[in-house]
């Protein structure tokens, strides 16, 4: 189902003026998915356009836009029943509703049209499980230096396979929910037994999102082609970490509560079809890769990523800028490894990409090395943080930039102070 089309032409104007506006994140050749409300009023499902939102909701029930005849899969206020629906209806359907947004094709006669400001945006789709990788070579080996210095920095099964845990999909929550610091066991190096209370190393992980649409069955795994085409869409993911948790928690299983209590993603589902435009190759292998890993075609994308943090009362600074091409693995191969043993994926299945980091000290995707695991301040404008305070507030935000801007709007979670336990 790979290839460009109508919707992917640079020539392309929208009707709605703010799409074609310099600098957009939303022009016609994005029609980024989304829920969004106005005040009380159900969830329902949009497109991003400008600073507008088509109301998809709107315009299946008036008979305009029919992705499934006699079926309602925009009426439930959630993505999953379009997601779930067969790979050629997706690229239909987005073709559609370019034409209704188009300049030459479309208009604002029978368009119902919701001012981003004004929408109250929810999380786009159910999330069925999530996976959180650890793909990013950079970032592997600075953790790995950083512990276990640079001669051991990348363990013996790195360069043959996308490592990953399970997490916690039911605290993933969209942009702009407050998130609440941690309590957890932690333990000082120079002390004999763990104590409870906040975690006091609160960090970020800048990450990308691989949105599963397609199911696969039990049993039966997916080759990378399969798995590229799977994937219905991208968002931003910010994959919070509580640092000094993980480091008492995580031997001999793993991540645990360390990286269970919060995961923000951008209310926006960039398509994979949008995207195309914008593949590019994995980096160069230090290792042949498995043939069940192997790729025919480029499964990266050049996506622009940076980090502003904004400390409490403060002013924003941007700490990190870095590219998702980058990844050393591709989510195609981290979701036919995902399968290869046999196990389901299901529609809403979310696959974080680990941490982006670059090559560069301006480029990495995490407080732990930006700071060096808090040996090296970071001046915000005369304050100075290793790690997230309370009222911090961290945003990432992507974007891919060629013949149009393509971009999938802001990743924002600000901390409150933990709760306070009687113990």
Not at 117 to 130: E, I, K, N, Q, T
Not at 283 to 292: D, I, T
């Amino acid at each position: 189902m790979s290839g460009l089309n109508a919707t992917h032409d640079p020539a392309r104007r929208s009707w709605v003026e703010s799409a074609n506006a310099p600098g957009s994140d939303f022009p016609i050749q994005n029609l980024p998915f989304g829920v969004f409300s106005e005040g009380d009023g159900a969830a329902r499902v949009g497109v991003a356009i400008g600073d507008m939102i088509l109301d998809l909701t709107a315009l299946e029930q008036a008979g305009t836009l029919v992705p499934a005849p006699g079926e309602w899969v925009f009426g439930d206020g959630v993505l999953n029943p379009f997601m779930a629906l067969p790979q050629h209806v997706w690229s239909q359907t987005r073709a559609r509703i370019a034409e209704l947004l188009d300049a030459e094709t479309g208009g604002p006669e029978g368009q119902i049209l919701v001012a981003q400001a004004d929408a109250r945006m929810h999380l786009p789709f159910f999330v069925r499980s999530f996976t959180d990788f650890y793909a990013s070579r950079e970032h592997a080996s600075n953790v790995g230096s950083m512990f276990r210095g640079p001669d051991n920095a990348l363990m013996p099964n790195w360069l043959h396979l996308p490592v990953g845990y399970n997490g916690r999909a039911s605290t993933v929550v969209v942009s702009g929910t407050a998130i609440r610091r941690p309590n957890g066991q932690l333990k000082a190096p120079d002390a004999a037994v763990p104590h409870f209370g906040p975690c006091r190393r609160l960090d970020i992980e800048l990450e990308m999102g691989a949105v599963v649409g397609t199911p696969s069955e039990m049993g039966r795994p997916l080759t990378t082609e399969e798995a590229y085409d799977a994937i219905f869409g991208y968002v931003l993911l910010n994959d919070w970490s509580a640092r000094d948790i993980q480091v008492w928690e995580y031997q001999p299983l793993g991540p645990f509560q360390a990286k269970a209590f919060a995961t923000t993603i951008s209310p926006w589902v960039v398509t994979r079809e949008a995207l195309e435009p914008f593949r590019v190759s994995t980096p160069e292998r230090a290792m042949p890769l498995l043939p069940y890993l192997a790729e025919s075609a480029p499964n990266n994308f050049d996506i622009r990523l940076e980090v502003d943090m904004v400390p409490a009362g403060g002013t924003a600074k941007t700490i990190s800028r870095t590219n998702y091409r980058h990844m050393y693995y591709s989510s195609a191969q981290q979701l036919a490894h995902h399968s290869a043993s046999g196990c389901a994926m299901c529609t809403g299945d979310l696959l974080g990409s680990g941490t982006v980091s670059g090559q560069t000290p301006d480029s990495l995707g995490s407080l732990l090395e930006i700071t060096w695991n808090g040996r090296d301040p970071i001046d915000l404008g005369g304050v100075s943080r290793t790690f997230i305070e309370d009222g911090d507030t961290l945003t990432l935000r992507g974007w891919c930039e060629g013949d149009y801007r393509l971009g999938f709007g802001d990743c924002v979670g600000t901390i409150l102070p933990a709760m306070q336990y009687g113990i």
